[in-house]
């Protein structure tokens, strides 16, 4: 991509509610910004603009789109990078079934997934709708490392306006559960290459070699992981948790994260929900099989395929008599933890269960303690600890907690556990071995058939720079800076010999701590509630559920981060949030035209955007829009003009009229650009004048169902009425 086609700021096209918001909010930015010289492109990485993209030969020339997520690809290994991206979906099966199925009603000629491909055609095609499963995008776009904190007017704002918390009792049932051997973390070997080479992954068994996979190219000084999971411990591990929830008297629990671990955590959650169900898969397994049932699809695929059969349907009940009462996603429509794989994030489901005081909702209706099952041992720790400090400590004070930090690897797909093209259900009893292009054996597990074996990896450059990322951060702040590494684990013993001498080297060592997850758990906790700041520097996976445990405890949510993505090449990508109440947000709109979800990270990210684009570009304007930005942003928060989860009330249209008025008022004051100044008075002025009629417009568009023209592909005109429903506004932003 050349630099002179490419728009100053890339706005990246999402799906569900973020990108409904962007409906309303990117006509304001792209107003704003034209005053600056500042041009806002736009990139579809959502869900159904990434399936049509994939399949050009089956549309017509009016239906084909671009691969835009492989141009932003390229893009953010430019320093002109600029990229402000928004939540997407990482879609499980059924949110990709479901996707096809829309684009299909729609007249897009795409085909079936299969599920069981015989030919080369359908080997081909479901090699396409595999790429695009799980977490597709973000290791595209991540060429740099993870820079994620509360900012400073959001963090002030919850501590002058705490957030409710539920009670903790010191005598909680509320616990972690983890295999305590077969699983990832006890099997776990790793290696740091000394040279660039090629390796090839192979099953080794009674018939001769399977190659699983083929050229895997690592640069010098890669460290190289491999471990797998034992099929039989995992199935042990699982009926003797059903049956010790039901003696305890608490809810059961999963929780995975079946979006992100594309691979691997779907066949867990499939292991859970047979375990769940063992006595009716016994009896019935043959039929079932035969109606299609892949318990990796989880118990709601799996109760419509066999809802025609009444003698399993029996069965079923009989069975969940005998179980212990699960935690359920949704307690009025049955939607229970093992129904869908992608509606239980352990990311958003463990802090919304610890702030909640331990408690996760039965099928009753009622608050419960929870055996909350996290069946590897990696970082199942961190959950476990912080639900034992709890209960010695009570719930935390958001008032008067401090915060915690975070500077996460993940630049070039570093720690892609699970996610990784390198993660197999192995079919066969056998030796999986890992072999270097000179015929050196680096890794190998003896392996039975069903268990899961993976590999991943981090490579030197993002290490390093991570590492220094840490360093500049920790100076700039002088908060407690612990890097939450296990020197008792095969991985992470790999990065401590990374860490140690490039802190000496810098003469910073005393400045740092290295602890394991469970102890710096405690030590970050300690320090939040004394009121202080610490600085978690963290691997990929404990990035991503660490952004979202402290967001949640301290601020209520973790939609509100500032996510600052530092690419290696210079460029930078600004993350505005997580988007797990996203699907409920949506069904919302359609069903009473009230968006409650909240733009507060997309305006966070914004601010920080322009601002880089002033320093990158030289560009005075830029940095003064940037500004008001924030301006603004606090007087959203002071003046309480965040979205109501309510029909009837403001919704996230609302917020943006506010903002816009907040950041026209703004630039209008501001004396650094008399001609910004100039621009944005009369703008300010006809905002301020037109509050009554814009805010009853508004209202007015609230309370019937609202016509998007889809769900995962929206119809643009219809989804602009309804994001836009104000003529007094429009008249104004254009």
């Known amino acids: 991509m050349s630099d002179q086609n490419t728009p100053d700021i890339i706005y990246t096209k999402v799906d569900e509610a973020p990108e409904l918001a962007s409906a309303s909010l990117l006509p304001i930015i792209q107003k704003f910004a034209a005053a600056a010289g500042v041009s806002i492109g736009t990139k579809d990485i959502s869900l159904a603009g990434r399936i049509i993209a994939a399949f050009p030969d089956h549309l017509t020339d009016a239906q084909r789109q671009s691969d835009d997520l492989a141009e932003l690809g390229e893009l953010v290994k430019t320093p002109q990078a600029n990229v402000i991206k928004l939540p997407n ?3 499980s099966v059924p949110q990709l079934l479901a996707a096809i199925k829309e684009l299909q009603g729609q007249g897009y000629a795409l085909p079936d997934y299969p599920e069981n491909p ?20 973000n290791p595209v776009l991540r060429e740099g490392n993870s820079d994620r904190r509360a900012a400073a007017a959001v963090k002030k704002y919850a501590q002058n306006n705490p957030h409710r918390m539920g009670d903790w009792s010191a005598d909680s049932k509320t616990r972690v559960s983890a295999m305590s051997s077969g699983d990832f973390f006890s099997n776990e070997k790793s290696a740091t290459l000394d040279k660039a080479t090629t390796a090839r992954i192979v099953l080794e068994t009674a018939d001769g070699e399977t190659v699983l996979k083929n050229g895997v190219s690592f640069p010098a000084g890669t460290v190289v992981d491999a471990t797998y999971m034992s099929a039989a411990a995992l199935d042990a591990f699982l009926a003797e948790e059903i049956e010790k929830t039901k003696a305890e008297g608490t809810l059961f629990s999963l929780h995975m994260k079946a979006t ?5 955590d779907p066949i867990i959650f499939g292991h859970a929900v047979k375990a769940w169900l063992q006595p009716v898969f016994d009896k019935h397994g043959q039929k079932m099989k035969e109606l299609g049932v892949n318990p990796n699809s989880g118990m709601g695929d799996l109760l419509e395929r066999v809802k025609g059969e009444p003698e399993i349907m029996a069965d079923i009940e009989a069975c969940r008599a005998q179980r212990p009462p699960m935690y359920m996603v949704d307690s009025d429509r049955g939607i229970t933890n093992l129904h869908v794989p992608s509606d239980v994030i352990i990311d958003a489901s463990m802090p919304a269960l610890i702030r909640a005081g331990g408690k996760g909702w039965g099928p009753d209706g009622k608050e419960h303690d929870a055996n909350c099952v996290i069946p590897d041992n990696s970082y199942a720790p961190v959950y476990d600890e912080a639900i034992e400090f709890f209960k010695e400590h009570g719930k935390l004070n958001p008032a008067t907690a401090g915060t915690v930090q975070n500077l996460g690897l993940m630049a ?4 892609e556990y699970g996610s990784h093209p390198t993660t197999f259900e192995i079919p066969t009893d056998g030796v999986v071995k890992m072999i270097l292009d000179d015929g050196t054996v680096l890794h190998e597990h003896k392996v039975q058939a069903g268990d899961i074996w993976r590999s991943a990896s981090a490579r030197k450059a993002p290490i390093e720079d991570w590492v220094n990322l840490a360093i500049e951060r920790q100076k700039a702040t002088g908060y407690r800076a612990i890097f939450w590494l296990d020197a008792d684990r095969a991985h992470d013993a790999r990065l401590i010999e990374y860490v140690k001498p490039i802190l000496e080297a810098k003469g910073v060592a005393d400045k740092f701590e290295i602890m394991s997850p469970r102890d710096a758990t405690r030590a970050s906790l300690e320090t939040i509630t004394k009121g202080e700041n610490t600085i978690a520097i963290t691997g990929n996976v404990l990035r991503d559920y660490l952004t979202d445990l402290f967001p949640i405890l301290e601020l209520a949510t973790s939609a509100k981060m500032l996510s600052i993505v530092k690419l290696m090449n210079g460029g930078g990508l600004f993350e505005t949030g997580a988007g797990g109440s996203a699907p409920k947000h949506v069904q919302q709109l ?4 009230h968006l409650r979800w909240d733009s507060l990270g997309e305006f966070c990210a914004l601010g920080e955007s322009f601002k880089f684009l002033a320093d990158a570009r030289d560009n005075a304007k830029a940095r003064v829009l940037g500004e008001a930005v924030e301006t603004a942003t606090q007087g959203i928060l002071d003046n309480n003009r965040s979205p109501s989860r309510k029909v009837g009330e403001p919704d996230n249209r609302d917020s943006h009229y506010w903002f816009a008025r907040y950041w026209a008022e703004a630039l209008a004051a501001q004396s650094e650009d008399a001609d910004l100044a100039a621009h944005f008075a009369p703008i300010a002025k006809a905002l301020a004048e037109g509050e009554a009629d814009i805010v009853a417009e508004l209202a007015a568009a609230q309370g019937a169902p609202a016509d998007l023209g889809g769900y995962y592909h929206t119809d643009p005109a219809k989804t602009a009425a309804v994001m836009r429903p104000s003529k007094t506004l429009n008249a104004i932003i254009g």
């Open 590 to 593: 359609q069903s009473e035209n």
């Open 118 to 137: 015989a030919t080369d055609a359908e080997k081909d095609v479901r090699a396409r709708y595999d790429a695009i499963k799980g977490s597709a995008v």
């Open 89 to 91: 979906i990482s879609a």
């Open 412 to 415: 070039q797909k570093a720690e």
């Open 260 to 264: 992100m671990m594309k691979v691997s």
